[in-house]
């Protein structure tokens, strides 16, 4: 059975950490052009000719490194010593490179708390040391931190100049910041009462309405195992930038690239082909000599251009620049949908779909201008769904965020739904990005429905015009108190006052969708028991 995309915690990859050792690991780099073979092996993945067996996590690494020195904080390097520690250094002064790197020791332990100054806001923020490693160049060690309330995607590499020891029960002097969803800086909390008792139900439209993710207490058992498990492997991040095309990309998260490509602090990306490099010249000189210029695939979609007397207008389905669709077999380009799964794992902390691509179909999202078509996101599906799914994982890359290409992806899969005559529900778990995109496009669409017809219509009137599922509709519903249980089923309850308070935040607008169905050149491929089905 194909893993599910972004659902429960697979096996695929083992989460390489960043090596501590200050001598190279013994693997043989691969040629700039030469391709890795991987061999998929019950869902897990090795890399022929990589040069030998992974060694230690950094984490693991940095615990051996540091075991029975009992250092519980901050070493004051500058301060006066004792005999012992004068003489330890008087012992470790004729070694040299290898033999005296038995005496570092770091001046925070992996596990401690500590204040630190982050880069996102330039602001002193609680944070935890989650692995360190030593720089042979500077002497120093380097600090992996994780900001406290904070995603994990603004997890960073610090100097030990930016990290200060934390008192427990002396807080930062700064208030604390929500971070954005889109990473930076983000906004000021509101303070909330300590004392203020939440019932269930404020507490549920508390989180929905800010986008709260439940954390691992709140999961079933086995899910709170799989997610520990997740996080263990992926708590490091093993690239810390892409460049691809004209655009530099911070990464958000873990992605299990292969080992001669992983710990690097700049990963190159070629935007037409997705081949993945480590050095800016292997990128120049694979450009030279790559003749893509658009995703493998058929075009399924082109946004119609804008009116001749109107050249830069934008709006509907009009895109400037114009943009395509390209559906792209996972089976038949495999090499192309597997380096996009691992590009698109950097920015998804739950994509777990990384080799195994053969039974989806890839949705790609491109701009069009005169070097070609550029991936700005796409979203992939199961070629045969047994849970009504129509979409299986969503990305729009970072720079392209904040463009309305999310609410297109997610309209275009149900325009596909549509078009198969069936209801279809995005695949669960949804990103934090992923909820927020469908819960505003659900609520527009639905609101946009009510208003023209008045509200007289029923759950299942809704469901065959949108193909939306039923649940969809009306967990949307109860979160704009819209409907009603009533004698065992949910009726729709709605006045035009109540649409127009819903509706004032786009000035009662009318929804235009962003996607033109009669562009749409595509058909369903049969399912399975449908080819098989012999004519009478």
């Known amino acids: 059975m194909a893993p599910s995309s972004e659902g429960a915690v697979g096996q695929a990859a083992a989460a390489d950490q960043p090596a501590v050792s200050t001598s190279p690991p013994a693997v043989a ?32 690494t940095a615990a ?20 012992s520690a004068v003489a330890l250094h008087e012992a470790t ?6 033999q005296s790197k038995d005496w570092r020791v770091a001046s925070y332990e992996v596990g401690s708390k500590v204040l630190c100054t982050a880069i996102f806001d330039n602001q002193q923020r609680l944070a935890q040391i989650v692995d360190q490693r030593y720089n042979t160049g500077d002497g120093l060690f380097s600090y992996y931190v994780h900001y406290v309330d904070f995603d994990k995607r603004l997890d960073e590499w610090v100097s030990v100049s930016r990290l200060q020891p934390f008192t427990p029960g002396v807080a930062p002097s700064e208030p604390l910041m929500s971070p954005r969803l889109g990473g930076g800086a983000g906004e000021l909390l509101s303070p ?18 800010m986008h709260v993710q439940k954390g691992v207490e709140d999961l079933p058992p086995i899910d709170q195992t799989l997610e520990r498990e997740h996080h263990e492997r992926t708590k490091v991040k093993n690239i810390m930038m892409v460049e691809m095309g004209k655009y530099e990309m911070d990464a958000w998260y873990f992605s299990p690239f292969p080992e001669a490509y992983a710990n690097q602090d700049k990963l190159y990306v070629c935007e037409f082909c997705l081949k993945y490099m480590k050095k800016k010249k292997t990128l120049l000189r694979h450009r030279a000599k790559c003749a893509w210029t658009h995703p493998p695939g058929d075009e399924i979609y082109r946004s119609p251009p804008p009116p001749l007397d109107n050249p830069s207008f934008t709006g509907g389905p009009v895109f400037n620049p114009p943009v395509s669709m390209f559906e792209v077999d996972g089976k038949a380009n495999k090499i192309y949908c597997q380096n996009l799964c691992l590009l698109s794992k950097l920015f998804l902390d739950h994509k777990t779909l990384y080799y195994d691509v053969d039974p989806f179909l890839f949705y790609i999202l491109t701009e069009q201008d005169s070097a070609g078509h550029h991936v700005v996101g796409y979203f992939s599906k199961e070629k045969a769904s047994q849970e009504e799914y129509n979409l299986a994982c969503i990305l729009t890359l970072p720079p392209h965020q904040r463009k309305g290409y999310g609410r297109f992806l997610i309209t275009f ?18 990103s934090d990005l992923g909820q927020v995109s469908y819960r505003s496009y659900w609520t527009r669409v639905l609101l946009d429905i009510l208003k023209e017809h008045k509200g007289n219509l029923s759950i299942k009137d809704i469901s065959q015009m949108t193909s939306f599922r039923a649940d969809d509709i009306v967990t ?13 089923q949910h009726i729709i309850s709605v006045t035009p006052r109540v649409l127009e308070e819903h509706l004032k935040p786009v000035n009662g607008q009318r929804y235009v969708s962003c996607v033109d169905p009669s562009r749409i050149h595509w058909a369903p491929l049969l399912s399975p028991r449908t080819a098989s089905k012999k004519p009478k």
């Open 29 to 60: 780099p691969l040629a700039p052009d030469e391709p890795e073979t991987l061999v998929l092996d019950e869902g897990n993945v090795h890399s022929v000719g990589a040069g030998g067996e992974c060694g230690a996590s950094g984490r693991e």
């Open 192 to 209: 909330v009462s300590q004392e203020r008792k939440l019932t269930r139900k404020l507490k549920r439209r508390y989180e929905e309405v």
């Open 93 to 98: 002064d004729g070694l040299q490179g290898d």
């Open 476 to 488: 949307t519903l109860q979160s704009l108190n819209l409907i009603k249980y009533w004698k065992g």
């Open 64 to 83: 051996a490194s540091t075991a029975g020195r009992g250092s519980g904080g901050p070493v004051d390097s500058s301060a006066a010593v004792g005999p």
């Open 413 to 430: 899969s149900y325009e596909l739904s549509k078009k198969e005559g069936r209801v279809g529900t995005p695949e669960r778990p949804l």
